[in-house]
Antibody
Framework: EVQLVESGGGLVQPGGSLRLSCAAS????????MHWVRQAPGKGLVWVSR????????TYADSVKGRFTISRDNAKNTLYLQMNSLRAEDTAVYYC?????????????WGQGTLVTVSS | QSALTQPASVSGSPGQSITISCTGT?????????VSWYQQHPGKAPKLMIY???KRPSGVSNRFSGSKSGNTASLTISGLQAEDEADYYC?????????FGGGTKLTVL
């Protein structure tokens, strides 16, 4: 069974940093592209970042470019999101999601999310 | 403002059919048969219901179907059930990842 479990969320002050983790199991993690998607309270889904299977290609939404860094450790089956210079508007539940097989595949499995709150 | 436009809410009675629209442009929905639909219950993770416009993942009820006409994709749920009450999001490939709609709240009356 595919499982994605996020952790690392919490309350952080504006300008602070946080690192999210996503532990994957039930599939060959090193074969799949992975994404981060966030959802502000009461709002819709917003794509944040993606990384290819070996970690050599990363892409970011304009709103987080230069502040967030996506990475992965295939030996540990874990995806990361390093978030720096956090702003109030980064407050959201952050989901990790697996892209299915194929370049145009949808996000077929999602974790339960971890809440990040940026507030003083 | 989301790149894809969905109605904020739709409703229907048990057993009825409802359709949720997702309007994009000729650069996203209109150019690719790559619209996916996600169901999200309160406090839960999104669940993939439809991909590539019309395909259902294994385990998803055949009461859920997808279609497209021009720049508008649609999700139809037939034989509405109480457990279908949720938020629904469309997503389209657009030469870049993850263009989502604003979401539609489905209420089962």
């Amino acid at each position: 069974e595919v499982q994605l479990v996020e952790s690392g969320g919490g309350l952080v002050q504006p300008g602070g940093s946080l690192r999210l983790s996503c532990a994957a199991s039930g599939f060959t993690f090193s074969s799949y592209w992975m994404h981060w998607v966030r959802q502000a309270p009461g709002k819709g889904l917003v794509w944040v970042s993606r990384i290819n299977s070996d970690g050599s290609i990363t892409t970011y939404a304009d709103s987080v470019k230069g502040r967030f860094t996506i990475s992965r450790d295939n030996a540990k089956n874990t995806l990361y999101l390093q978030m720096n210079s956090l702003r109030a508007e980064d407050t959201a539940v952050y989901y990790c999601a697996r892209r299915g097989e194929g370049h145009y595949a949808p996000l077929d499995y999602w974790g339960q999310g971890t809440l990040v709150t940026v507030s003083s | 403002q989301s790149a894809l436009t969905q109605p904020a809410s739709v409703s229907g009675s048990p057993g009825q059919s409802i359709t949720i629209s997702c309007t994009g442009t000729s650069s996203d929905v209109g150019s690719y048969n790559l619209v996916s639909w996600y169901q999200q219950h309160p406090g839960k993770a999104p669940k993939l219901m439809i991909y590539e416009g019309t395909k259902r993942p294994s385990g998803v009820s055949n009461r859920f179907s997808g279609s497209k006409s021009g720049n508008t994709a649609s999700l139809t749920i037939s034989g509405l059930q109480a457990e279908d009450e949720a938020d629904y999001y469309c997503c389209s490939y657009a030469g870049r990842p993850g263009v989502f709609g604003g979401g539609t709240k489905l209420t089962v009356l």
